[in-house]
């Protein structure tokens, strides 16, 4: 009986090993591809976090940018009003001198009518000897009343001619004051005036630079938003194969689950029943042989247990294991990531914008101008092309960072122009060497790219 049961546990351990391994080897497979999954999960997990961490940093840069921007744009403002309030100042200071020279004119045709009137009375004294007519007209008097009289007269003559020194004096040092007063106003003035415009200079050009910063970081902001959607989109590619290979592998388990159950089953009936029959046979021989040794003398009984042995033997019909059919398990096909076709532009055409650049030809030049009272050199350009439903940025600079730079310009191509290393000019090019601008000389006209002056201020094309 022991035999019989080793006999069937190892011919049930053979059956289950052969059905089982394939299944088995499937699922593995499949364990393998959900582990390789999750890891891609977890990668693009971590990259998508490391994006974010990039977008932030860059949103706070260009929010202390934009800062810094609008601190600059208030100095700008405030310098511009204290130099109107100053333009005022020195407008008054100059009608205030006009006044002041008149009356210095004044003054010197008094003081020169008083040193001739002064020069005539010492002309007199050195000819005639006034101081002795003076007494001799004294000593004159008929009497003591004409005396006093007298005297009183002298007395006077003597003093107006003190007080007329005295003025002539107090007159000349009021000249030389108020000359002095107005000459250190007007150079203090003049002084402030320049620094101002030096300021606004230096400002305007800090505030070019900040455009310029905040474009880049926009620019870097939208890629940095680029690469983060990129990496969702691969998260969730990696767990929607997650989620496919999990279903395959739970679908290969309960095959193996399922095949293991039903082969095993059969496999235990077939080889009981073969191996009871083995038992049976050698049992009967046994029983044959041991009646042949003790009955030798009946032949006849012999003989028919021989036969009923034979015939048992050679009647018994062998049982056919029929092999289970083989369950084939597709293995899904990972989707492919399908790229996008690159957007092809050839830029805003010269045709486009000519009406709308011509129209405005003579349109005066105005610092911060953008409309057709007048224009400066960036806000024409954004004018023309708002025109054809195109935004641009509002400088020179932002227009020159955000646009597509181009070596080989057609017309309707922006021309960018840098003075002491930051852009500071921007036109429309419109073919042959030719562009049309916003300059401060001519106001909104056609001018060369190539001349003396321009030419070595090029800096490149741009298209939007």
């Keep these: 009986m022991n035999k019989k049961l080793l006999t069937i546990a190892i011919l049930g351990t053979l059956s289950f090993s052969s059905l089982i391994l394939p299944t088995a080897a499937s699922a593995e497979t499949y364990e393998d591809k959900v582990n390789k999954s999750e890891q891609q999960v977890n990668q693009t997990q971590e990259d998508i976090d490391a994006a974010q961490q990039k977008v ?72 005639n000897g006034d101081t002795k007519n003076y007494i001799e007209f004294i000593v004159e008097a008929e009497s003591m009343s004409d005396v006093l009289g007298r005297v009183d007269v002298v007395t006077d003559l003597v003093k107006a001619n003190k007080d007329l020194v005295q003025a002539q004096a107090d007159d000349k040092e009021a000249v030389v004051g108020k000359k002095e007063q107005t000459e250190q106003s007007i150079v203090q003035q003049n002084a402030l005036a320049a620094q101002l415009e030096n300021a606004k200079a230096e400002m305007e050009k800090q505030l070019l630079e900040k455009e310029v910063v905040v474009s880049q970081l926009a620019i870097e902001t939208a890629s940095a938003e680029t690469d983060k959607e990129k990496y969702i989109a691969q998260k969730a590619e990696a767990e929607s194969q997650v989620a496919e290979y999990t279903a395959a592998q739970e679908a290969a388990e309960m095959a193996v689950l399922a095949s293991f159950e039903e082969e095993t089953e059969e496999a235990v009936v077939v080889e009981f029943s073969e191996t009871t029959e083995v038992v049976e046979e050698t049992q009967e021989s046994q029983k044959s042989v041991e009646e042949t040794k003790v009955v030798a003398s009946t032949p006849t009984e012999t003989t028919k247990k021989t036969e009923k042995a034979t015939n048992s033997t050679s009647t018994k019909t062998p049982v056919k294991t029929e092999t289970p059919a083989k369950t084939e398990t597709k293995t899904p096909e990972t989707p492919k990531p399908t790229t996008p076709a690159p957007s ?47 935004s641009l940025p509002r400088t020179a600079a932002g227009q020159y960072a955000s646009s597509t730079k181009v070596t080989n310009p057609q017309p309707g191509d922006l021309v960018f122009f840098k003075d002491g290393g930051s852009i500071t000019h921007v036109g429309i090019y419109v073919g042959n060497g030719q562009f049309i601008g916003s300059q401060s000389s001519t106001g909104v006209a056609y001018t060369s790219v190539n001349s003396s002056y321009w030419g070595p201020k090029l800096v490149g094309y741009g298209r939007y």
């Design 56 to 127: 932030d940093g860059l949103k706070a840069q260009s929010s202390q940018t934009e800062t810094e921007l609008a601190t600059i744009t208030n100095t700008i403002n405030a310098n511009k009003d204290k130099t109107t309030s100053l333009l005022a100042e020195i407008e008054a200071s100059q009608k205030e001198k006009e006044t002041l020279e008149s009356e210095i004119k004044s003054l010197e045709e008094k003081i020169a009518q008083r040193s001739e009137q002064l020069e005539d009375q010492a002309r007199t004294v050195q000819v």
């Design 344 to 390: 092809t532009t050839g830029g805003t055409s010269w045709s486009a914008l000519q009406s709308h650049a011509t129209s405005v030809m003579g349109t005066p030049y105005l610092y911060g101008g953008t409309t057709t009272n007048g224009f400066d050199c960036s806000g024409f350009t954004s004018y023309v092309f708002a025109k054809v439903g195109i």
